[in-house]
């Protein structure tokens, strides 16, 4: 079945990096896209972008631009977000998802990755 | 940015209760999305394209709307239905949820 493994937490220092793994299973990598979405802990969720590991395409929120990178390695059906400039803001869950075809929702989530941000 | 606003933010229902969760858009969108998430888990998409159950979802659940409008019914409140849900629309960039609203069993 499709299976989204996401790497585990993280904890680091603000002003670091922190690069995020989501692993697909159980379909083709490179025909869905995925997606990001951050969620504060007791918050509600927040989209952050997609790739389209297909071609590397990607998309990314107004307020995510120049913060997050995402990356694909077709390879080993694994899609990567890099969270860069780190502040305790970005304490956060993260979740990878993968867009349902021909449609605008996310139907198959990983099952979220903690990135806490604290010197 | 196409604002979505859920209420209540809160409430509790109790088993057998007919229960009815509604998403507001700051402008018309074409469908509304829901995802249900249960404390400390993924959220999972529970209704889609405004109306149709995702796979697994029990029928006494339901979705309906249309323009700024869309609603999420429970037709008799059952004890595995307490999480939080939130609605979702992909009419236009960037993709937007709502704050959520928690459903707790009385």
């Known amino acids: 079945q499709v299976q989204l493994q996401q790497s585990g937490a993280e904890l680091a220092k603000p002003g670091t990096s922190v690069k995020l793994s989501c692993k697909a299973s159980g379909y083709t990598f490179t025909s869905y896209y995925i997606y990001w979405v951050k969620q504060r802990p007791g918050q509600g969720l927040e989209w952050i972008g997609y790739i389209y590991p297909g071609n590397g395409g990607t998309y990314y929120s107004e307020k995510f631009k120049g913060k997050a990178t995402f990356t694909a390695d077709t390879s080993s059906s694994t899609a990567y977000m890099l969270l860069g400039s780190l502040t305790p803001e970005d304490s956060a869950y993260y979740f990878c998802a993968r867009l349902r075809a021909g449609t605008n929702v996310m139907d198959a989530w990983g099952q979220g990755a903690s990135v806490t941000v604290s010197s | 940015e196409i604002v979505l606003t859920q209420s209540p933010t809160t409430m509790a229902a109790s088993p057998g209760e007919k229960v009815t969760l509604t998403c507001r858009a700051s402008?018309?969108?074409?469908?509304m999305h829901w995802y249900q998430q249960r404390s400390g888990t993924s959220p999972k998409l529970w209704i889609y394209e405004t109306s149709k159950l995702a796979s697994g979802v029990p029928n006494r659940f339901s979705g309906s709307g249309s323009g700024t409008s869309y609603s999420l019914t429970i037709n008799s409140m059952e004890t595995e239905d307490a999480a939080t849900y939130y609605c979702?629309?992909?009419?236009?960039?960037?993709?937007?949820f709502g704050g959520g609203t928690k459903l707790e069993l009385k």
């Open positions: 979702q629309q992909g009419s236009s960039y960037p993709w937007t």
């Open positions: 402008s018309s969108v074409s469908y």
